[in-house]
């Protein structure tokens, strides 16, 4: 029964210090975003094989060039574009693997951090995998599509999240570093959320950098052998939950222009 659940709650005042780098020219000073958190060791290293196993228990959807992917849940793909043709075409298209089909404790323990408000916001988990040279764009995850509250846990390998102003335009093609970024350390086990300012204010993305700067500052590479898995708890809204016919197409560009 939930009863047993318990036993996982987390205090809500028991999240880590995350080891952050800040750019040059970041926001003049040196900040992290509102609506930040982070919690080292969220699993143990048995819970993690416990995950893996489970997410390569089928294969992996080659959808993205820049890294495969896997839905629990309802499915949607995140793109650059409005693109109908690479979203589910019926209502049994729109599931992916059954969320029964995590391990039963990991989102009454995501829930119990208090980021969700309970157990039914969270209607899809996206599992991604990132090799050697896998990384994904600055984004902002659309809000017409998604809801407030976004957690990822990280497994196998770091890797450095990269927050930046909405603002800031993308460097040129020089590759100058505009300086308005910050740097946060995504470590093995840990839960990261995104909520407030972090989730609408910021882009966030993982560069293809081979060099991720661990928590005692020494370089970890992420070599030919290099493999992470991410678990991104969501909340797809009714927004996006409708079938992409002409019509429903549309609809959400209108709500788009509202917004």
Same mark, same amino acid.
Request: charged share 20%; net charge negative; proline share 6%.
């Given at each position: 029964?939930?009863?047993?659940?318990?036993?996982?709650?987390?205090?809500?005042?028991?999240?880590?210090?995350?080891?952050?780098?800040?750019?040059?020219?970041?926001?003049?000073?040196?900040?992290?975003?509102?609506?930040?958190?982070?919690?080292?060791?969220?699993?143990?290293?048995?819970?993690?094989?416990?995950?893996?196993?489970?997410?390569?228990?089928?294969?992996?959807?080659?959808?993205?060039?820049?890294?495969?992917?896997?839905?629990?849940?309802?499915?949607?793909?995140?793109?650059?574009?409005?693109?109908?043709?690479?979203?589910?075409?019926?209502?049994?298209?729109?599931?992916?693997?059954?969320?029964?089909?995590?391990?039963?404790?990991?989102?009454?323990?995501?829930?119990?951090?208090g980021v969700?408000?309970?157990?039914?916001?969270?209607?899809?988990?996206?599992?991604?995998?990132?090799?050697?040279?896998?990384?994904?764009?600055?984004?902002?995850?659309?809000?017409?599509?998604?809801?407030?509250?976004?957690?990822?846990?990280?497994?196998?390998?770091?890797?450095?999240?990269?927050?930046?102003?909405?603002?800031?335009?993308?460097?040129?093609?020089?590759?100058?570093?505009?300086?308005?970024?910050?740097?946060?350390?995504l470590e093995?086990?840990?839960? $990261?959320?995104?909520?407030? *300012?972090? #989730?609408? +204010?910021?882009?966030?993305?993982?560069?293809? %950098? /081979?060099?991720?700067? &661990?928590?005692?500052?020494?370089?970890?590479?992420?070599?030919?052998?290099?493999?992470?898995?991410?678990l991104t $708890?969501?909340?797809?809204? *009714?927004? #996006?939950? +409708?079938?992409?016919?002409?019509?429903?197409? %549309? /609809?959400?560009?209108? &709500?788009?222009?509202?917004?």
């Amino acid at each position: 029964g939930n009863t047993s659940n318990s036993v996982f709650a987390m205090p809500r005042a028991a999240w880590s210090t995350p080891y952050v780098s800040y750019g040059s020219n970041f926001q003049g000073a040196q900040r992290l975003p509102q609506g930040v958190c982070y919690k080292r060791e969220f699993v143990t290293p048995l819970e993690e094989a416990e995950l893996v196993k489970a997410v390569d228990a089928e294969p992996w959807l080659g959808t993205l060039r820049s890294r495969a992917q896997q839905f629990f849940g309802l499915v949607y793909f995140q793109t650059n574009h409005d693109m109908p043709s690479l979203q589910p075409g019926s209502e049994t298209g729109q599931r992916g693997r059954s969320l029964g089909d995590l391990p039963h404790w990991l989102l009454p323990r995501v829930v119990d951090t208090g980021v969700f408000s309970e157990l039914e916001e969270i209607n899809q988990v996206a599992a991604n995998e990132y090799l050697q040279g896998s990384g994904i764009g600055a984004h902002v995850e659309d809000p017409v599509s998604f809801g407030a509250n976004l957690a990822t846990l990280s497994l196998l390998s770091p890797v450095e999240i990269t927050l930046t102003p909405v603002e800031q335009p993308h460097q040129g093609d020089g590759g100058i570093d505009h300086g308005n970024w910050v740097k946060i350390l995504l470590e093995p086990r840990s839960l $990261f959320i995104l909520q407030g *300012e972090s #989730r609408y +204010k910021f882009t966030h993305g993982i560069r293809r %950098s /081979r060099i991720v700067t &661990l928590r005692d500052g020494t370089p970890y590479r992420r070599g030919p052998d290099y493999r992470r898995v991410s678990l991104t $708890f969501r909340e797809l809204l *009714e927004t #996006r939950r +409708k079938l992409f016919d002409e019509d429903a197409i %549309s /609809r959400s560009h209108d &709500l788009v222009e509202m917004t």
